[in-house]
């Protein structure tokens, strides 16, 4: 019973401790990042613009305009423009979204 326990409150621990950092994280999207010749027969019909800041600047404005072009049904998103700023600046991306027949 002791046994069982103790195996029970070590499992949680080490099981507890694993966890991943941002930057290891892996997101699915319904929305695929594609080049403008790959969506050359889709209808392009939105506009998507996403800000960051901090360490993860990038990352976070590029899932902010992902994230708003899966809302409005996207199924493609091309990136037009792509403003890294320097340390402690803000990150602005632009995109286009497309919707494409799968």
């Known amino acids: 019973m002791v046994l069982k326990a103790l195996i029970s409150l070590l499992l949680f621990i080490t ?4 966890s991943n950092t941002p930057e290891e994280q892996q997101f699915y999207h319904r ?3 594609a080049y ?3 969506v050359t027969h889709c209808d392009s019909f939105a506009m998507a613009r996403g800000k960051g800041v901090g360490e993860f600047a990038l990352r976070d404005a590029k899932m902010q305009a992902m ?3 899966e809302e409005i049904g996207g199924t493609h998103i091309v990136w037009l423009q792509v ?3 320097a340390e402690g600046e803000e990150t602005k991306v632009v995109a ?3 919707k494409c027949l799968r």
């Open 15 to 18: 099981l507890g401790g694993c």
């Open 31 to 33: 929305i695929d990042e």
């Open 36 to 38: 403008d010749f790959e």
């Open 67 to 69: 994230s708003y072009g």
């Open 83 to 85: 403003d890294e700023g």
């Open 96 to 98: 286009v979204i497309y």
